[in-house]
């Protein structure tokens, strides 16, 4: 069987409490009870609508910790993405991470809608709407190879803001059946 889809990501932090309340007060991650007893600096996080048993693991390392280099000098992890499931919600996280002071970008890949965020400790964060492959036209397949400005308004206009995103799809449904 081929491998189907990333289950959970584990993060170094600087300051674990700090880092939950992030990702739960921003992104309404749900922490779990599943540290192993006599652990302490170790949390993990589920997103909200997540079928898995977590999705990020955090694990503190002090606040002396130098911050990444990866893409500025060596290789490493450049960022993790999480869907949504509407315009509306992408929105609605638009203003939380804004307010969060945590929002660096949004940009429009053609298929999909993108905002770029960073946590508390400078890790970069996508958090995207996918295109439903029933909706994808020529011109947003095609333009999946520039990166524009996200004009989100715009793009509710077009697409609705509770139309639910194409989870995981960027293929026109035909192009997804043959291929």
């Excluded at 520039?146 to 995103?165: K, N, Q």
Aim: aromatic share 6%; net charge negative; proline share 5%.
């Amino acid at each position: 069987m081929p491998i189907t889809r990333l289950n959970h990501a584990v993060l170094y932090v600087r300051d674990v409490e700090r880092s939950v309340a992030f990702f739960r007060d921003v992104l309404g991650f749900e922490r779990l009870d599943m540290t192993p007893t006599g652990f302490s600096g170790a949390a993990f996080l589920r997103a909200p609508g997540s079928t898995n048993d977590h999705d990020i693991g955090l694990f503190e390392i002090g606040q002396a910790a130098m911050d990444s280099t990866a893409g500025r000098g060596q290789v490493g992890l450049y960022h993790l993405a999480w869907e949504v499931d509407t315009l509306a919600e992408l929105q609605r996280l638009a203003h939380r991470l804004g307010d969060a002071g945590a929002l660096v970008g949004a940009s429009d890949h053609g298929t999909t809608k993108s905002l770029y965020a960073k946590d508390p400790d400078g890790l970069e964060l996508e958090v995207a709407w996918v295109v439903p492959a029933g909706l994808l036209d020529d011109a947003a397949v095609a333009s999946r190879r520039s990166i524009r400005p996200l004009d989100l308004a715009r793009e509710m206009t077009r697409y609705g803001p509770e139309t639910p995103g194409g989870i995981g799809v960027s293929q026109p449904a035909k192009a997804a059946a043959t291929g």
